[in-house]
């Protein structure tokens, strides 16, 4: 035990004891203290981080950001076509067929019907007849199509033919079937018949033309 010799020249032992366990707590209270803040940074590394629910003040969130310039459409659910018709085969596919040409006369009445290849021929035999009959309702039943054989007649039948033809015979009807001339009405003589059968020979010439079927009858 330690003495400790106060001033009066008196040794107290209880005094000593009471000093020496003071200094010895003082002294161990740093120590104390930093082991506290030691364990105290050890448990706070240990911990697992957090993860953050909100981006920080300085972070931009791209979740809702506008695209630049373009807009993505919704989907849109195309409605169902049903066909209740089967559409005709183009033209392109149909079998090649000799055109058609047959032009009549009832009174003052000029039908044209059939069909051609030719877009130039189907417009000229259409106006070349309706120039030279003014005063006829013509009846353009004439189609242009595109799988009809082409035919050299058509450039020059009209004015080379049909109009004399109709201008010259009585109740006209001129038609052109499958290679076959259909020639009928009423001439007012055998010259003007033969006339006009040559003359139809002359026009009507070409690779598919077979035949001349003439029922021009002469009148009395």
Same mark, same amino acid.
């Given at each position: 035990?330690? $003495? ?8 107290? !032992?209880?005094?000593?004891?009471? $000093?020496?366990?003071?200094?010895? %707590?003082? &002294? &161990?209270? *740093? ?7 030691? #364990? ?15 981006? #920080? #003040? ?13 807009? %993505?459409?919704?989907?849109?659910? /195309? *409605? ?27 009174? +003052? =009445? ?16 259409? =106006?070349?007849?309706?120039? /030279?009959?003014?005063?006829?309702? %013509? ?27 109709? &201008?010259?015979?009585?109740?006209? +009807?001129? #038609? ?7 020639? /009928?009405?009423?001439? /007012? ?11 139809? %020979?002359?026009?009507?010439? !070409?690779?598919?033309? +077979? ?10």
């Amino acid at each position: 035990m330690n $003495i400790l010799f106060l001033p009066n020249g008196h040794v107290t !032992g209880t005094n000593v004891l009471t $000093i020496t366990t003071k200094m010895t %707590i003082s &002294q &161990q209270v *740093p120590f104390r203290f930093i082991a506290c803040i030691l #364990a105290s940074l050890l448990i706070v590394a240990c911990e697992e981080p957090q993860t953050r629910s909100k981006p #920080a #003040a300085d972070e931009v969130s791209l979740a809702e950001a506008p695209l630049a310039g373009f807009k %993505i459409p919704e989907a849109i659910d /195309a *409605p169902a076509v049903t066909s209740t018709s089967v559409p005709e085969a183009p033209a392109e596919d149909l079998a090649p067929v000799e055109p058609e040409l047959i032009v009549t006369m009832e009174g +003052k =009445k000029i039908t044209i019907r059939g069909a051609v290849k030719s877009s130039i021929q189907h417009e000229r035999i259409v =106006k070349d007849m309706t120039d /030279a009959f003014p005063e006829f309702e %013509i009846v353009n039943e004439f189609k242009l199509e595109y799988h009809r054989m082409p035919v050299g007649w058509g450039n020059r039948v009209s004015e080379g033919f049909l109009v004399p033809y109709f &201008q010259q015979v009585k109740s006209p +009807k001129v #038609a052109y079937r499958e290679g076959i001339v259909t020639l /009928a009405g009423e001439v /007012a003589d055998t010259r003007m018949h033969r006339f006009i059968t040559e003359l139809a %020979i002359e026009m009507f010439s !070409g690779s598919y033309t +077979k035949n001349i079927d003439n029922r021009i009858t002469v009148g009395k």
